[in-house]
């Protein structure tokens, strides 16, 4: 506990400004920086090539896809490194919405038991997520059917005819230097699967992050849902997977700009 006081003391002594990223005390407290990566941290970067499409004129300054109504409940992944899944999961279950569709939670245990070209509780990737439900087509059940049991078991198959959601295709780009076409990207094709470098999250209580997350060594796979440019400090809000109990109620919050977390190095955007 000692190391982790020393830890937030150095953290917030870079938040000068009121609406900087605060760390402290948090479910993740007790734990040593090596337990919370092992934990925790356990997607794997994956590699995309550089986004070179158009950038969207005219975009309005805040946006956030909660507003619709079709964002799920922050989720809790508990002691399990299902990241991964639960970031594919929910940008599904948005474009779902998204096309008029009533909101539904859909199967994140799916996605870990059957995903073989993942690890289940051991970490995986969206992109090999997304490559799996658009090659083999299978369709998403909801959470209901298929409930989240925060460790990998045997596959459970459905007919053909059970009903689910079919994800189509992907896109999966790396937005690095052009955050701007990100925010476009997320208007256009609603919330995006990313990856991040959430070392320093172990202490993140809220505001917005500017500092000590930068690094390319990717490990943890989040839903940003929205950003908002408004204020004196644009920012990305990101759904998390760690329960409302954390951060702003589940959710952070990254300056845009500056490829922060490395958060537009590999970015999903799903189609159905």
């Given at each position: 506990m000692q190391k982790s006081t020393k830890r937030h003391a150095y953290l917030n002594s870079f938040s000068t400004e009121p609406q900087s990223a605060k760390?402290?005390?948090?479910?993740?407290?007790?734990?040593s920086e090596r337990e919370f990566k092992d934990l925790y941290?356990?997607?794997?970067?994956?590699?995309?090539?550089?986004?070179t499409g158009q950038k969207?004129?005219?975009?309005?300054?805040?946006?956030?896809?909660r507003d619709n109504a079709v964002v799920?409940?922050?989720?809790?992944?508990?002691?399990?490194?299902?990241?991964?899944?639960?970031?594919?999961?929910?940008?599904?279950q948005s474009v779902h919405a998204i096309g008029s569709s009533p909101l539904v939670e859909l199967s994140v245990q799916q996605v870990l038991d059957c995903s073989f070209q993942n690890n289940g509780c051991d970490g995986g990737t969206p992109i090999n997520a997304l490559k799996w439900l658009t090659q083999m087509g299978v369709k998403l059940v909801l959470q209901s059917e298929y409930p989240y049991k925060a460790q990998k078991r045997l596959c459970q198959l459905f007919s053909r005819s059970h009903k689910g959601v079919n994800v189509k295709n992907f896109t999966a780009f790396d937005f690095s230097g052009q955050e701007e076409a990100m925010m476009g990207h997320l208007v256009e094709h609603g919330p995006l699967a990313v990856i991040v470098d959430a070392v320093s999250w172990q202490d993140y209580l809220g505001g917005i992050i500017q500092h000590h997350c930068s690094s390319k060594m990717s490990n943890h796979a989040v839903l940003?849902?929205?950003?908002?440019?408004?204020?004196?400090?644009?920012?990305?809000?990101?759904?998390?997977?760690w329960g409302t109990s954390?951060?702003?109620?589940?959710?952070?919050?990254?300056?845009?700009?500056?490829?922060?977390?490395g958060i537009a190095d590999s970015v999903a955007a799903v189609f159905l």
């Open positions: 760390y402290g005390i948090n479910q993740f407290s007790d734990l941290l356990r997607a794997s970067a994956d590699r995309a090539p550089v986004f969207i004129k005219g975009l309005p300054a805040r946006f956030d896809w799920g409940p922050v989720q809790n992944q508990q002691a399990c490194g299902s990241c991964w899944a639960f970031s594919v999961v929910g940008a599904v940003v849902v929205g950003y908002d440019t408004t204020g004196d400090i644009p920012y990305w809000i990101v759904q998390n997977s954390w951060g702003n109620k589940g959710y952070v919050y990254i300056k845009i700009g500056g490829n922060l977390c």
